[in-house]
Nanobody
Framework: QVQLVESGGGLVQAGESLRLSCAASGRTYSTYGMGWFRQGPGKEREFVASIRWSGGSTYYTDSVKGRFTISRDNVKNTVYLQMNSLKPEDTAVYYC????????????WGQGTQVTVSS
């Protein structure tokens, strides 16, 4: 089991920045990578970004490329999502997830943190 705890959400104005953190504990050695997903009001959960623990390869959904950056601290078992130039459409609950295989299929989830961007 891997436990994931997100933090860093909040209310910001359009154009501002936030940094989300996700601290992993438990059987972190069994994970290949971490990801961020989000679920906006009335929408389905969608992929935002992911990163591999080994090598640090990153992946992003098109709508956040150039604005969001995912990074990791292997020592602290923590993943970050730096979100710049936030837009109202970024408003969502952001979830951290862990993958237990090299395909980055995500099977462990955090409880989520709310990000609200006002116009």
């Amino acid at each position: 089991q891997v436990q994931l705890v997100e933090s860093g959400g909040g209310l910001v104005q359009a154009g501002e920045s936030l940094r989300l953190s996700c601290a992993a504990s438990g059987r972190t050695y069994s994970t290949y990578g971490m990801g961020w997903f989000r679920q906006g009001p009335g929408k389905e959960r969608e992929f935002v970004a992911s990163i591999r623990w080994s090598g640090g390869s990153t992946y992003y959904t098109d709508s956040v490329k150039g604005r969001f950056t995912i990074s990791r601290d292997n020592v602290k078992n923590t993943v970050y999502l730096q979100m710049n130039s936030l837009k109202p459409e970024d408003t969502a609950v952001y979830y951290c997830a862990a993958s237990h295989n090299s395909r980055l299929d995500f099977g462990s989830w955090g409880q989520g943190t709310q990000v609200t961007v006002s116009s």
